[in-house]
């Protein structure tokens, strides 16, 4: 119990903070590429990369892994806004957002591990 709650507090941090972030983000940007989400994913795999990396008790890995890095991140806010832009004729946009979003979340994720090694030793 006492971990639903700790990802329930956690999450209640991330998602109005994801929303924050990615307008923030895309209001910046006279584009039709979601450039909030593509940053909010980023920076969510390069923090979960720093956490996993620092094994944390369980406890935080609930709080701040599933519950705040887990609803800043989106995947599903990802796979609309790339059929939306497929849909809308923008295939090289959707293609685009595809591979760059997995390279970039991907190797986010890879420099915070290599971060948290660095670290701990």
Do not use: C, I, K
């Not at 209640?12 to 924050?20: D, E």
């Not at 979601?34 to 990396?53: D, E, H, Q």
């Not at 890995?61 to 806010?77: K, P, R």
Request: charged share 5%; aromatic share 10%; hydrophobic share 55%.
């Amino acid at each position: 119990m006492t971990a639903l709650l700790l990802v329930a507090l956690g999450g209640a941090v991330g998602a109005p903070l994801r929303y924050l972030a990615d307008r923030f983000v895309q209001a910046r940007h006279d584009s039709v590429f979601p450039w909030g989400t593509f940053a909010v994913n980023a920076t969510g795999s390069l923090l979960l990369g720093l956490l996993a990396g620092l094994a944390p008790p369980g406890w935080a890995a609930a709080l701040l892994g599933t519950g705040l890095l887990g609803t800043l991140t989106t995947y599903s806010t990802f796979g609309y806004e790339t059929v939306r832009l497929a849909r809308e004729g923008g295939w090289f946009l959707a293609y685009a957002n595809v591979m760059g979003s997995l390279s970039a979340g991907l190797g986010a994720a890879y420099v915070g591990l290599a971060v948290a090694q660095a670290l701990t030793g």
